[in-house]
């Protein structure tokens, strides 16, 4: 704590008691300085005005004259007792000799002190000391006309100064101090209480800093520091509805960046598992590939043999030509055409094993479409055209299976017909008479297996042109693959910087979370009264009419700077509120239901027309009636000749009035204000009204609101050529000069702020105006010829 010495209030007051003390002593000095000298001229003036008398004095100048000395004491005695300045008296007559000499302590040394021979008037050891002769004749008026003046004697008188310079010294320096001490006592009065004052701004002031947002203060002077007490209150209120705004932002923000978190999460695992499924597509398709590659290589083997089979068998069917044309010569053929047959056989079962293989390849061919179909299945859209190519692998590897089937049964049957051969060869050995008809059998069979391994050679050419198609569409697979796996790569790099950007988004409204929670605002969105039971502290019921739109938007705005606050429908009848809660009405229908429900709450309007503040609870808040200010800055900016003003407004005295006529004294303007409690003849009364005016302005009336009423006004203002200010959008569009529509926005911002302050002053709080919003008609400015300019932040309706 500091010390007593250090505050604002020692400070001043020392430095009042040392300027004072300064003050006192040069003010003290001069004025003492001053009144010594006035003193003395009053002595001097006095003691020579005293001798004048004296030498008038018959008595006196009788008892000189005779040389009677008592009679002289008597005179100077009297005057001396009659005046306790006069320290002696005494007279010396014309010889020179003491006629008399009275004194109040002094002896008769003082008058050796005295010039006789002339007149004088001197002062010194605190004594003022005066001469004068006394003469007989005209010098003093007393002697007859043509008497010649003779010396009767002469006074003598000291008068002591010093008591009394010294008591007039006492009463100055009296007099200054106890000016000073007043003066003192009045400023270090008006000082504590300036600093009483300023100490509960400058707890408030440190409360704020802290963050108290909930902090009280209540200082209602007129000053300056009760406007600087209202400027710190209104600083508050502001900071309060900046950081509940902000609260209600930060936790939005952190919320949605939670939801976007996790969405980016998932994104991310979904977007690498289909990453890693797109790279083994890729793997399995290399494989195929590689093995397509294989069966190709197969298959035109395959097409070789099947060559070679149809060169032989060309050759078979020529040597059984020979051998029916050589009967005869047939027993020395027959171990030539069991060698050729057994031959035969051998590259039948070659054929065969080669048949075989292309049906295990047709067969994996099947599967890895099938593989390749169920792959192209998981890669969704991407996917669609790796379909279309495993299903036309698998169509080609179904064919190929089946020409293969067909293959096996013509190189059965080619068995079977070299088994018959030998047969015949083996019987022709033994039976050379029947070698024709066996000849004849063997020609028709080698015929036979011509035609087969012709059909076979065929059936493996179109199985190499397959093997090659499918090669080319794995390829093409292949090529489809990479691209899919390198776009899901680059989508999972994507959402992985998408999750970063939400991880730091997240940690950020949380700092702004963590830094909003340091202030300590007010619960229900006003002052949080920590220290009352839970029974005495003050609740903030919101009483709303959602079937208006413009009345749901002023609760709208109300709730994001209150989002706590207990809200009731009209519907449900009059708030069931307690004594010192404060109850926010937003409507007429609203603001009459409150306003006549029983008890002693607050009632806070907001968007009500021409509010009837009366009746027994404190009312405050916010009328429909946009900011007076508003427009009354607009006209001067548009139109800065204007002077009058003619005012209509509804019955009564609405308070939209007064704060209207306060603004128009800022603008240097003249409202001549008129009730206009009938409309009837408004086109007889209005041309009078208007005839002296420089504009027209319509304070909120539903009256005046209807088509026909602001047809004729602003027709008759356009004719007049003087501007209209009118109070909807709509009146600016059809031909007003300029209207300030409400607000419903800062209506319901306006009225939070209000709310707030009736709970942290536990009591109502004036009616205050919201801004509006400026509508500006372009194209009647111009015909009417005003100068001015548009003022900023008006909508231009043209």
């Not at 004491?73 to 008399?100: C, E, F, K, P, T």
């Not at 605190?126 to 007393?142: A, E, I, L, P």
């Not at 070698?435 to 059936?459: C, K, N, Q, Y």
Request: glycine fraction near 8%; include cysteine; hydrophobic fraction near 45%.
């Amino acid at each position: 704590m500091r010390q007593w010495w250090t505050s604002l209030v020692a400070r001043a007051i020392a430095l009042l008691v040392v300027g004072l003390a300064v003050t006192s002593v040069l003010v003290g000095s001069l004025f003492a300085r001053l009144q010594a000298n006035r003193f003395r001229s009053e002595v001097e003036r006095r003691g020579t005005s005293m001798l004048q008398i004296l030498d008038r004095h018959q008595d006196l100048r009788l008892a000189l004259s005779l040389h009677d000395a008592e009679a002289a004491r008597g005179v100077l005695g009297q005057v001396l007792a009659s005046n306790s300045d006069i320290a002696y008296l005494g007279a010396v007559d014309g010889d020179g000799r003491l006629a008399a000499f009275i004194s109040r302590g002094a002896t008769e040394r003082e008058l050796s002190n005295h010039d006789l021979q002339q007149e004088s008037s001197r002062s010194d050891d605190g004594t003022s000391r005066f001469t004068r002769r006394v003469s007989s004749g005209q010098d003093n008026g007393m002697g007859l006309p043509g008497e010649k003046a003779a010396a009767l004697g002469t006074l003598l008188m000291g008068i002591r100064t010093d008591q009394v310079s010294a008591a007039v010294a006492r009463q100055t320096f009296a007099m200054v101090a106890s000016s000073g001490v007043v003066l003192v006592a009045t400023f270090a009065a008006f000082f504590v209480i300036l600093s009483r004052r300023l100490r509960r701004m400058v707890r408030f002031a440190e409360e704020l800093a802290a963050g108290d947002l909930a902090a009280v203060l209540r200082d209602d002077g007129e000053d300056e520091v009760g406007r600087l007490a209202r400027a710190l209150l209104e600083l508050r209120n502001n900071t309060r509805a900046v950081v509940a705004e902000m609260r209600d932002a930060a936790v939005a923000l952190e919320t949605t960046s939670e939801e976007v978190f996790d969405g980016a999460t998932r994104q991310l695992e979904h977007s690498r598992a289909q990453a890693a499924s797109a790279a083994d597509t890729e793997r399995t398709v290399d494989a195929l590939r590689e093995r397509f590659a294989r069966a190709q290589s197969n298959a035109q083997a395959v097409l070789d043999v099947a060559a070679s089979s149809a060169t032989s068998s060309r050759e078979g069917e020529e040597s059984i030509a020979q051998a029916v044309r050589a009967v005869s010569d047939l027993g020395e053929q027959i171990d030539a055409n069991t060698r050729t047959l057994q031959d035969l056989v051998e590259r039948t079962r070659h054929v065969g094993r080669i048949i075989d293989a292309v049906r295990d390849l047709s067969a994996e061919s099947k599967m890895l479409a099938l593989n390749a179909a169920i792959v192209s299945s998981k890669s969704g859209t991407a996917g669609t055209g790796f379909t279309v190519i495993a299903h036309e692998v698998r169509a080609l590897a179904d064919r190929s299976q089946h020409s293969t089937a067909q293959v096996q049964e013509i190189l059965a049957e080619i068995v079977r017909g070299i088994e018959r051969a030998t047969s015949v060869v083996e019987e022709g050995r033994r039976r050379a008479e029947s070698g024709r008809a066996v000849a004849g059998h063997a020609g028709e069979a080698i015929r036979r297996l011509a035609d087969a391994i012709t059909r076979s050679s065929r059936a493996a050419t179109e199985i190499a042109s397959g093997t090659r198609e499918q090669a080319d569409g794995v390829n093409r697979i292949s090529g489809a693959v990479q691209r899919i796996a390198r776009s899901a790569e680059e989508g999972a790099a994507g959402i992985g910087r998408l999750e970063g950007a939400s991880r730091s988004i997240r940690e950020h409204s949380a700092r702004m979370r963590a830094l909003v929670q340091r202030y300590r605002i007010a619960v229900l969105g006003a002052v949080a009264l920590a220290f009352l039971p839970a029974t005495a502290r003050a609740d903030l019921i919101l009483l709303t009419q959602r079937d208006v739109p413009q009345y749901a938007q002023v609760a709208s705005a109300f709730q994001r700077a209150h989002p706590n606050v207990r809200t009731m429908e009209v519907e449900s009848g009059a708030p069931a509120a307690r004594d010192g809660d404060v109850v926010v009405a937003i409507g007429s229908k609203a603001f009459d239901l409150a306003r006549t429900a029983p008890g002693t709450f607050t009632v806070v309007l907001a968007a009500v027309l021409n509010p009837e503040v009366s009746g027994h609870h404190a009312i405050g808040g916010v009328p429909m009636e946009a900011r007076p200010a508003d427009a009354l800055a607009a006209l001067k900016a548009l139109a800065p000749s204007a002077r009058r003003v003619l005012v209509l407004h509804p019955p009564g005295t609405p308070p939209v009035l007064a704060e209207a006529q306060a603004a128009a004294a800022r603008h240097g303007l003249t409202l001549e204000a008129r009730a206009m409690a009938d409309l009837t003849g408004l086109d007889r009364t209005f041309p009078e009204l208007a005839a002296s005016v420089d504009a027209v302005w319509l304070l909120a009336d539903a009256r005046f609101a209807r088509p026909d009423v602001a047809k004729y006004l602003i027709g008759a203002c356009l004719e007049r050529k003087i501007p209209l200010i009118g109070f909807l959008e709509g009146m600016a569009k059809v031909g007003a000069a300029l209207a300030v529509a409400a607000d419903f926005d800062a209506i319901g911002r306006e009225a939070a702020k209000v709310a707030g302050e009736a709970l942290a002053r536990h009591g109502a709080v004036p009616l205050r105006f919201a801004p509006g919003k400026l509508y500006v008609n372009a194209r009647t400015v111009e015909e009417l010829n005003l100068t001015g300019k548009i003022p900023a932040g008006a909508e231009v309706i043209r």
